[in-house]
């Protein structure tokens, strides 16, 4: 049976707090009400685990995330809205600071929905990820497609802090596997479209909640025949000049980033920089402050498909 | 009659006291980089407070935390060494003062964030209840902070999810160099915690034998009834000085943090009377002598 993403992150849920002895999940309207639009389906049914519907106040639900795994429990925060969690950057940052080297004892995972859908306005549309990864020295693992799913969910078995991020434009999508040679890097999947040795290599790295955009362009690229990696980020974080992703990457022979954060300072234009000092052939996307964004406004995204292949087609 | 108690309380408040006006000496020698938040005034509520604390609690603490440090059998050179960075302090010297904690004694988190500590207090009290330990978290707090929002919304979470935590303010009627009436209205806890369904007690004058047995009957129907507390202790933060404001005017300011300048008399006493804990213990234990 074919999952939505709210499915399969709900499922990933299930699975991984069924397994502790005990554990605790927590959030605003988890276990009423829409249960975050199926987020949170079912979560009172787990065995040994507590759900909780909270009081709204995320300040104080960020520090109790903390307090748990000091206690040794586990435990999820699970709040829709990216914005809300703004409330507990006191605790993400401040009290992270303190804790994150040793002091955590069992894993502590924030979920956070990305309202990426549109029309929903200034302050309900806030995408930045990139400055709570910084601010909290934390990386966010984006849930942008079923492996990243699988693979953020494996590396948020380690004790300590885990920020993940879902996008709400993604929740009603289905999430199927990928029918591509998949290659797993510690900060990213690496998929595989049928290579076609003669043509130029190109990479199409994603930093984002919804990697739909990444995808045209990487079958759209794959179409031409070119021998295409579309590279889905999972942790939003530095990116080792040792890492086996950058050795990825720079296989490439155009290294294409396209970044849907609205952040305005960014990991990816780090790992732009290294890249180009590298000696990488590279075109970088990002969205730019505008005053629509103040109003609101659909969230398209202000670059497309069709002229991101075309500049790579003139740029080769 | 002073008990036994009282008596070991009364030394050991001259022994805060006196490690207290030893590290003053360092600092205003320079020995010490870091900032320090002294406690002195403050022995008596934390000397009490280990005196009830089970093996099974947990402690919370904020900035000013030597007096608690203190009271929970850190020594003078433990804390020195913690001070100066060495990895023979307490916390091998990787946390100064502001966040100084240790685990040994069930200190697991140590704030110099004004609020913060609430709410992770909250999660410890959770794994408490959700794993039937028979503990009590205290988390300890200021005048100052329970301004912050992350009070309200800490003592409302707590009372909505009824965990065992003693919430206690430390009200020393100062924030900084600025007085209560300076900075804002009263806050009438007792009514505060009401509205939320969360008992409330206070203390005051550094009375050990009274905050004792209120600190254990609170410590006792917390952890029975996982329904939390609010405890005010009034303390008054010896080691203040006056500023010339205008020519003929002066204005009192409260000690914070750093070396205090004004040498005490040898026996420790700031104040002859009951604002100071030593000379209360003193006066307990030898009444008239002072």
Known sequence: ?316 | MITPVESKLAEKIKIMRKIQLNINKKMLEGQFQIPIHLAIGHEAVAACLAEVFSPRDKLLLTHRNIHFQLAFGATEQQLTDEYMLKPSGLALGKLGSMNLMNPNIGNIYTSNILGNNFSVALGIALSLKLRKQDGVVWVITGDGAIEEGAFYEAVLLSSSLKLPIIFLVENNGWSLGTSISERRTQIDISKFADSMNVGFKSLKDNDTNNYLSTMLKIREHVAASTQPQVLEVEVHSLGGFYVAEDQDSKRYINYHAGAIKIEPGENGIFETNCTDPVFTSLENSNPGAH
């Open chain 1, 1 to 316: 049976m074919e999952l939505t993403f709210t499915q399969y992150v709900n499922t990933k849920i299930h699975q991984k707090f069924s397994s502790y002895e005990h554990s605790v999940i927590f959030g605003q309207n988890i276990v009423s009400g829409s249960r975050i639009s199926g987020l949170g389906a079912g979560l009172d049914q787990i065995n040994n685990c507590l759900a909780l519907n909270t009081t709204n106040s995320e300040n104080s639900l960020m520090g109790l995330g903390f307090g748990l795994s000091l206690s040794e429990t586990p435990s999820l925060f699970l709040m829709k809205q990216h914005d809300f969690a703004l409330l507990g950057l006191d605790q993400l940052t401040n009290t992270h600071n303190v804790l994150r080297h040793g002091r955590l004892l069992a894993p502590f995972i924030v979920l956070m929905v990305v309202v990426d859908s549109g029309f929903e306005g200034p302050q309900a549309s806030l995408s930045s990820l990139d400055e709570f990864a910084s601010l909290s020295r934390a990386p966010i693992y984006f849930l942008s497609s079923k492996e990243n799913i699988d693979r953020a969910f494996e590396l948020a078995s380690e004790p300590g802090l885990h920020l993940m991020a879902l996008s709400q434009k993604n929740m009603k999508n289905i999430c199927a596997s990928s029918q591509l040679q998949v290659i797993n890097c510690d900060e990213a999947i690496i998929y595989k479209y049928l290579p076609n040795k003669e043509k130029p290599k190109i990479a199409v790295l994603l930093f984002g909640v919804d990697n739909s955009i990444a995808q045209e362009v990487s079958e759209e690229l794959s179409n031409k025949n070119y021998c295409v990696s579309l590279i889905n980020i999972i942790k939003l974080s530095k990116i080792e000049l040792s890492s086996k992703l950058f050795y990825e990457i720079t296989q490439h022979d155009k290294i294409v980033v396209i970044d849907t954060g609205k952040s305005d300072v960014h990991f990816s234009t780090e790992l732009v920089l290294k890249l180009k000092e590298n000696g990488n052939n590279i075109d970088l996307y990002q969205r730019n402050s505008s005053p629509k964004w103040s109003v609101v406004n659909d969230d398209a995204i202000e670059f497309d498909v069709q002229s991101i292949v075309q500049n790579i087609s003139k740029g080769i």
